[in-house]
């Protein structure tokens, strides 16, 4: 039971650290979808970015990924782009986070098969995905209403 659980864990670990780094798709410059990606180099430099916009930066150089240079974003273009990344990545952390509960759960109840086959791509059951998007709310600061 244990191995099943920590095998799961690290499985799907990986997948949403691939599943973040992969990045995510906006529409900030009024261009239409873009897609930007989300290494751990990038998250530090969003990171750095968005504190110049906070102490007053009118414009930071970015670039999506059909760019290999930079270009100015506004500090409320970046802003958006910042929050919707912020918001892509909670929701993976929190999304892993269900999916390891549900394998453990389920080794727990001596499921070992179903508990292993646990991915990336499997749904939540209806009482799990609730409180995972409750939980992603509340990190957005949207469950203090």
């Given at each position: 039971?244990?191995?099943?659980?920590?095998?799961?864990?690290?499985?799907?670990?990986?997948?949403?650290?691939?599943?973040?780094?992969?990045?995510?798709?906006?529409?900030?410059?009024?261009?239409?979808?873009?897609?930007?990606?989300?290494?751990?180099?990038?998250?530090?430099?969003?990171?750095?970015?968005?504190?110049?916009?906070?102490?007053?930066?009118?414009?930071?150089?970015?670039?999506?990924?059909?760019r290999v240079t930079h270009e100015v974003y506004t500090a409320t273009q970046f802003t958006e782009l910042f929050q919707r990344g912020?918001?892509?990545?909670?929701?993976?952390?929190?999304?892993?986070?269900?999916?390891?509960?549900?394998?453990?759960?389920?080794?727990?109840?001596?499921?070992?098969?179903?508990?292993?086959?646990?991915?990336?791509?499997?749904?939540?059951?209806?009482?799990?995905?609730?409180?995972?998007?409750?939980?992603?709310?509340?990190?957005?600061?949207?469950?203090?209403?």
């Amino acid at each position: 039971m244990d191995t099943v659980k920590s095998e799961s864990s690290e499985a799907i670990k990986a997948a949403c650290a691939e599943a973040i780094t992969g990045g995510f798709d906006a529409d900030v410059l009024g261009r239409g979808m873009l897609h930007y990606t989300l290494t751990e180099i990038q998250q530090r430099d969003l990171q750095t970015q968005y504190a110049a916009v906070q102490s007053g930066a009118t414009g930071v150089f970015w670039h999506d990924t059909s760019r290999v240079t930079h270009e100015v974003y506004t500090a409320t273009q970046f802003t958006e782009l910042f929050q919707r990344g912020y918001a892509y990545i909670i929701s993976c952390k929190i999304r892993s986070d269900w999916l390891e509960q549900l394998a453990h759960d389920l080794a727990d109840a001596d499921k070992l098969t179903e508990a292993a086959a646990v991915d990336w791509n499997t749904p939540l059951p209806e009482d799990y995905q609730t409180q995972c998007d409750a939980q992603i709310a509340a990190m957005l600061g949207g469950g203090n209403e």
